[in-house]
């Protein structure tokens, strides 16, 4: 009963204090004791572990300078004098191409002229006046490797074969290619030029950024059509994408002072390698690629 009375009074002090204009009174704030922080969650990464190399004693092989990257991260997972200077023929090319992919769209008209069929001995057989799109050409330097074609490229990119090679010497510096010098779009031997087998590799990873040039490398055969309706089937020299299924090309190359050279690669059960091999036999250069690619993925 006191309780039920105590409490009347005091809403009836509360209202006469409205009534009065008076405000009630504050009642001292109860201090709380401010929450504990709430601990940051611990994340837990994974520690970045290297994949083992394989376990299988390395391959002997022919090719004076060799090296095979893994294509997604670049690391070195094999070399045999990687920075040995050497003439490097149509591997080269590959740097051609990624030169006429960065100059503008593939899809530009390239007409030629009578200086840009006089090459040997590679040749597609393109004639002055007759007009291509750069995509068209690009296909058959990959595939064919024609030194026609390769000078008509340079041409039309940079107005000149010389501005073209000041160009190729730019872009493998912006690739980090420092340890190369080139004279000319094709490979065909010249004093002072020269590459390595790391150098190549870097430029092989770098070209297979882009599915145009993936599809065009991995092409075993195709019909090549000119202006006039002629066809001529164009066969890729690479003899390793007959021999493993999982090889996805690159570029030959042969010069008598380079010595068979080859850029293969390869994807295999979620790895993916290029491998480089230069200065090698007629005999070996398939046999060291192919020894290469499978010590690499199988």
Same mark, same amino acid.
């Given at each position: 009963?006191?309780?039920?009375?105590?409490?009347?009074?005091?809403?009836?002090?509360?209202l006469?204090a409205?009534?009065a204009?008076?405000?009630p009174?504050?009642?001292?704030?109860?201090?709380?004791?401010p929450?504990a922080?709430?601990?940051?969650?611990?994340?837990?990464?994974?520690?970045?572990?290297?994949?083992?190399?394989?376990?299988?004693?390395?391959?002997?092989?022919?090719?004076?300078?060799?090296?095979?990257i893994?294509?997604?991260?670049?690391?070195?997972?094999?070399?045999?004098?990687?920075?040995?200077?050497?003439a490097?023929?149509?591997?080269?090319?590959l740097?051609?191409?990624?030169?006429?992919?960065?100059a503008?769209?593939?899809?530009?008209?390239v007409t030629?002229?009578?200086?840009?069929?006089?090459?040997?001995?590679?040749?597609?057989?393109? $004639?002055? *006046?007759? =007009?291509?799109?750069r995509?068209?050409?690009?296909?058959?330097l990959? +595939?064919?490797? %024609?030194?026609? &074609?390769?000078?008509a490229?340079?041409?039309?990119?940079a107005?000149?074969e010389?501005?073209?090679?000041?160009?190729?010497?730019?872009?493998?510096?912006?690739?980090?290619?420092?340890?190369?010098?080139?004279?000319?779009p094709?490979?065909?031997?010249?004093?002072?030029?020269?590459?390595?087998?790391?150098?190549?590799?870097?430029?092989?990873?770098?070209?297979?950024?882009?599915?145009?040039?993936?599809?065009?490398?991995?092409?075993?055969?195709?019909?090549?059509?000119?202006?006039?309706?002629?066809?001529?089937?164009?066969?890729?020299?690479?003899q390793?994408?007959?021999?493993?299924?999982?090889?996805?090309g690159? $570029?030959? *190359?042969? =010069?008598?002072?380079a010595?068979?050279?080859?850029?293969?690669?390869g +994807?295999?059960? %979620?790895k993916? &390698?290029?491998?480089v091999?230069l200065?090698?036999?007629?005999?070996e250069?398939?046999?060291?690629?192919?020894k290469?690619?499978?010590?690499?993925?199988?």
């Amino acid at each position: 009963m006191k309780s039920r009375e105590l409490l009347i009074a005091s809403i009836a002090a509360l209202l006469a204090a409205c009534s009065a204009g008076q405000a009630p009174p504050i009642q001292p704030a109860v201090p709380v004791a401010p929450a504990a922080p709430t601990p940051e969650p611990v994340i837990v990464r994974p520690t970045a572990v290297r994949p083992p190399l394989p376990s299988v004693t390395t391959p002997t092989i022919k090719a004076e300078s060799a090296v095979v990257i893994d294509t997604i991260t670049g690391r070195i997972l094999y070399q045999k004098n990687p920075r040995s200077q050497r003439a490097v023929a149509s591997t080269q090319k590959l740097l051609t191409a990624l030169c006429v992919l960065r100059a503008g769209p593939l899809a530009d008209p390239v007409t030629v002229e009578a200086p840009d069929t006089k090459v040997e001995p590679s040749k597609v057989y393109i $004639k002055e *006046g007759e =007009t291509y799109s750069r995509r068209d050409l690009v296909k058959a330097l990959l +595939v064919k490797s %024609g030194n026609d &074609v390769a000078k008509a490229l340079a041409r039309d990119v940079a107005g000149s074969e010389a501005a073209f090679v000041n160009l190729m010497n730019n872009t493998a510096r912006s690739i980090g290619m420092t340890q190369s010098q080139f004279k000319n779009p094709h490979g065909l031997t010249e004093e002072g030029q020269y590459s390595t087998a790391i150098d190549i590799a870097l430029l092989a990873r770098e070209v297979t950024k882009t599915p145009y040039f993936r599809e065009c490398m991995k092409t075993k055969s195709y019909t090549f059509t000119y202006p006039d309706g002629r066809t001529k089937t164009l066969t890729n020299t690479n003899q390793v994408l007959a021999r493993l299924d999982y090889c996805t090309g690159m $570029k030959t *190359g042969y =010069t008598k002072a380079a010595g068979r050279c080859l850029v293969s690669s390869g +994807v295999l059960n %979620g790895k993916a &390698v290029i491998a480089v091999a230069l200065g090698s036999t007629t005999a070996e250069i398939w046999n060291d690629s192919e020894k290469l690619l499978k010590w690499a993925l199988e």
